[in-house]
């Protein structure tokens, strides 16, 4: 659990800006800030279904834009 939260939070530092605000707000407040999916889904007045999937679909995005550019990689070689 610990990679994929490493990895996520590696995914937000290049590739929020391919997000919507919203769905980079989402994958911040529980990948970042620790908030549950009901926290996040009060905030945002969705439900939490629409929470997971918006923060699966963000995340799938950002790992899709990296398999392309392979931008973790070579920032970690840097």
Known sequence: ???KLLRVNRLLEL???LLTERHARM???YY???LSLGEIAEIEAISRQAVHDGIERSVELMEQAD???QL???TDRI
């Open 32 to 34: 970042v800030d620790n």
């Open 15 to 17: 590739y929020s800006g």
């Open 67 to 69: 398999a392309a550019m």
């Open 72 to 74: 973790v990689d070579k």
């Open 1 to 3: 659990m610990l990679e």
């Open 27 to 29: 994958t911040e407040f």
